[in-house]
């Protein structure tokens, strides 16, 4: 029982931390410079084809 113990213990306090470490690492992530042109493009993929369908010459299809 006392395996149990210890291991209980370590993913209380460790386990925590790696996972708080993690999410940060995340947001520091999709928040980094240079991201925001890639990020607002795949955002806007439902509005590209608003106003007219699109172009079957753009997408490549036939």
Known sequence: ???YTFLRQ???SWGLLVLFLFFIGVILWV????SRKK????AN????????PADPKEDGRK
């Open 1 to 3: 029982m006392e395996d």
């Open 39 to 42: 990020y607002e493009d795949t």
């Open 31 to 34: 928040f980094r410079p240079g």
């Open 45 to 52: 993929i439902p509005f590209r084809h608003e106003d007219k």
């Open 10 to 12: 370590m993913a209380d």
